[in-house]
């Protein structure tokens, strides 16, 4: 059988399936079982919650850190408050079973801590919250997968991954992803592509058609998933997997060498990462610099905002370690799709179009300032350049710059080193943003084009919805014509324009944009001498004559259908 979904990650994966689901935590089934039973029941459960979260602790301490750490005790020594346990007797002694009694009793602490106007308090909120998922879990019987201890050769299928379900993967042990949700731009999908595992998204009822334990090859580019396969369409997608290594190996011949045009033209493949980590494997595949650090990482999978210390030593570690190549980081893009539950932001009835990124961040100065105090600091370790997200008008550009140079009249004062002339550019990822991107070149030091929010916007298409994928393409004769208008604004204005969306990598789309005059790709490392060698097969005349026919054409199906006629292997 042939499950159809959205090529998410190139590459073939053969593994058995493991079905992530995410615990639901209804109890509306369980009944009461009389008050003793209740209580006992309690009682082991919360037993267990001591066991495993210590043991999560020692980990925690190992791993992350002892603050981190100290959270998890936090949990310990709240469970274990007699206050705490008599409340909830109380509530089985009045006829609740015990996942009632836990989630009234939580409830109340919550409901009174997240009323306090205080960060700290409300953070005791947060940690009720988390305690009462995972005391819940014990006592409706569901366990917990960790991601880090799973077999080699899994195939991982869920709804989909959030940041923190992924941030354990142990790569070398997953052969492939598989989720219901979500495009090429979701976030499963850049990290599927990041870690170089086979992926494909939007499978519909995948955690339902597919079954725990039966193995299945995930093929990437094409977005398929095949179970029952006959051993001979097994063998040939094992040789298809052999030949992609020895692809990747002759690559590597391309190590070291300069970017550039059949024809001599001098380009740029930089590389787009989320942590600081990830700045080995943009040098391991001589990526020419960091085209896009997406800070919102940063702020995933801990508790609260990191300190300007913690972000400092986090942008200075990249800078230097890049050693005087360009690092574009972008300060915090929040909102839409990218969730980070400590910062309680309201829920909005389209996320999309909220208040989110740069709107966020200028409403909510003491996150921004201490993310630009941290990126000012961490300038005069390597070349930083600070990138806007989402950016509609030159009004937030300015105010971001205004603030900005506040801080450096500050750290001046306190005798602090910094870049003075830090650049700042902005994201064109918004149809307003490529519309007045002449304006916008006149007051930005550079840009950088996202393509995976352009196409969203331009297009008015969920990035992550499956139903409407097919209009998802930044193919689409509208998509190309921004880009194109901002590229031009770019030139005309002399400032650098490079693309950090998904389509820099596109083999099809690469031709355009170096006729558009793009003079920076930012690709997952992992794509950068792929990217390199498309770049090399085109001569500018060559591709000047396919964007003239592109240009022409009136849809995403027929442009489509041109540049594959003439793609370039
Ligand atoms: C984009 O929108 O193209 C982009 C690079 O940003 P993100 O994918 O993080 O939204
Ligand atoms: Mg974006």
């Not at 996150?367 to 070349?383: C, D, H, N, P, V």
């Not at 030139?491 to 920076?520: H, K, Q, R, W, Y």
């Amino acid at each position: 059988m042939i499950y159809k979904g959205i090529a998410g990650a190139d590459g073939i994966g053969i593994g058995q399936v493991l079905i992530i689901k995410e615990a639901s935590l209804d109890y509306s089934h369980v009944q009461f079982s009389g008050k003793e039973q209740e209580k006992k029941r309690l009682q082991d459960a919360i037993a267990t919650f001591c066991q495993k979260t210590e043991a999560l602790r020692e980990k925690v301490e190992k791993d992350v850190g002892e603050k981190q750490a100290e959270i998890l005790s936090g949990q310990i020594m709240m469970i274990q408050d007699p206050f705490m346990a008599s409340q909830m007797q109380d509530f089985i002694d009045n006829g609740q079973c015990a996942e009632a009694a836990l989630d009234a009793v939580c409830n109340m602490y919550i409901e009174m801590f997240s009323s306090v106007e205080d960060d700290l308090t409300n953070q005791r909120a947060t940690d009720i919250r988390d305690l009462r998922t995972r005391l819940m879990k014990i006592l409706l019987g569901q366990e917990d997968i960790d991601l880090r201890t799973v077999e080699p050769g899994t195939v991982l299928v869920a709804a989909d991954f959030t940041p923190s379900m992924t941030a354990g993967i142990q790569k070398d042990n997953i052969a492939g992803i598989v989720t219901q949700t979500g495009s090429k731009t979701s976030h499963s999908a850049i990290l599927a592509r990041a870690l170089e595992i086979p992926a494909v998204m939007s499978v519909e009822n995948a955690c339902t058609n597919l079954k725990n334990g039966e193995t299945v090859i995930v093929d990437g580019g094409r977005g398929e998933v095949i179970t029952d396969a006959e051993p001979g369409v097994l063998e040939a997608y094992r040789a298809k997997q052999i030949n992609e290594q020895h692809e990747k190996q002759a690559l590597r011949s391309l190590l070291g060498k300069r970017t550039e045009t059949a024809d001599g033209k001098v380009l740029a493949v930089y590389s787009n990462i989320g942590k600081p980590a990830d700045a080995g494997a943009v040098l391991d595949n001589d990526g020419e610099g960091v085209g896009l650090f997406r800070t919102e990482f940063l702020f995933m999978d801990r508790d609260t905002c990191p300190t300007e210390d913690e972000q400092f030593a986090a942008y200075k570690q990249v800078a230097e370690k890049m050693k005087g190549k360009e690092v574009l980081i972008r300060t915090l893009d929040v909102g839409g799709d990218k969730e980070i539950a400590y910062l309680h932001m309201d829920k909005e009835e389209n996320p999309f179009l909220g208040h989110r990124a740069i709107r966020y961040c200028l409403d909510t100065p003491d996150i921004f300032e201490t993310q630009l105090r941290a990126l000012l600091r961490a300038s005069a370790y390597g070349k930083i350049k600070i990138m806007l997200p989402l950016v509609t008008t030159v009004t937030e550009v300015r105010r971001a710059k205004e603030i900005l140079e506040r801080l450096k009249a500050k750290l001046k004062e306190e005798n602090i080193p910094f870049n003075e002339n830090i650049p700042v550019g902005v994201m064109i990822e918004t149809p307003s943003a490529a519309v007045i991107a002449d304006i916008l070149a006149k007051e930005s030091d550079f840009f950088s084009i996202g393509t995976n929010d352009l196409t969203q916007y331009t297009m008015a298409v969920d990035r992550g919805n499956s139903k409407v994928a097919p209009l998802y393409s930044p193919l689409n004769p509208s998509v190309l014509r921004l880009i194109r208008n901002t590229i031009t604004a770019a030139n005309n204005a002399g400032i650098p324009v490079g693309m950090c969306g998904e389509a820099a990598s596109d083999p099809l789309m690469i031709p355009l944009l170096i006729v558009f005059g793009l003079t920076e790709f930012s690709v997952t490392p992992s794509a950068v001498l792929k990217t390199r060698k498309t770049i090399s097969l085109w001569s500018v005349p060559e591709a000047q004559k396919l964007t003239e026919d592109v240009m022409q054409a009136p849809n995403a199906e027929s442009v489509k259908a041109i540049l594959e006629a003439q793609q370039k292997k």
